[in-house]
C-alpha cells in the first residue's frame, strides 16, 4: 500500500513512491519529498486564490520570475481529478559556479486553490527519478477551497 502526503492546510493529497518520504520544508509553509539517496527533492506548496487561475499563467509568470523562457510547445498540460495543471521541464546554469541543474515544474489549480510542485536535481541524474516524480505530481489531487464552485469534495 502506498502512502499519502497531505498537505497541512488540506489543499492537496501526493501518493508518495514507494521508498519515498515526506516532511514539512523548513519554512513550515510547504512539503518537501524525497528519496534517500535520491538525485533530487520535489517541493510543494499550497495556496488560496480568489479564483480560478489558469496554470499555464501562472507557470508561465513564475518562470518569467526566474529569467527562464519556454515556447507553447514546451509545457504539458495535464488534467487531474476536479482540477488543471501546466507542466514542464528546463535547464538552468549557476552563472557563478556553473552548476547546472534539472527542473521540472507544475503549477496545478482548482478553483480557490493553486498549487506549485518543483522538482530539481544535477543536471545528468534526471533519468533516476523524472519518470517517478512524473508519475507523483500526475496523481496528485488539489482540493478546491472551501465555498468555491469547484465540485471538489472536502473529506473529513
Keep these: 500500500m502506498s502512502e499519502t502526503a497531505r498537505d497541512p492546510e488540506g489543499r492537496f493529497e501526493l501518493p508518495l513512491p514507494p521508498g ?5 520544508d523548513e519554512d513550515g509553509d510547504g512539503m518537501e519529498v524525497w528519496r534517500e539517496d535520491g538525485a533530487g527533492t520535489l517541493h510543494l506548496i499550497s495556496f488560496e486564490t480568489d479564483e480560478f487561475s489558469d496554470p499555464a499563467e501562472e507557470l508561465y509568470a513564475f518562470l518569467q520570475e ?6 507553447d510547445d514546451e509545457v504539458e498540460d495535464v488534467p487531474l481529478e476536479g482540477a488543471e495543471m501546466a507542466l514542464c521541464e528546463f535547464l538552468t ?5 556553473g552548476e547546472k541543474l534539472f527542473w521540472l515544474v507544475g503549477v496545478a489549480t482548482a478553483p480557490g486553490t493553486l498549487v506549485f510542485a518543483t522538482y530539481f536535481c544535477p543536471a545528468g541524474r534526471e533519468a533516476e527519478e523524472r519518470d517517478v516524480v512524473l508519475g507523483a505530481i500526475r496523481a496528485l489531487k488539489v482540493r478546491a477551497a472551501e465555498g468555491t464552485d469547484g465540485g471538489g469534495e472536502q473529506q473529513g
Design 20 to 24: 519515498w518520504q515526506a516532511a514539512a
Design 93 to 97: 546554469e549557476d552563472e557563478d559556479d
Design 66 to 71: 526566474r529569467g527562464v523562457e519556454l515556447e
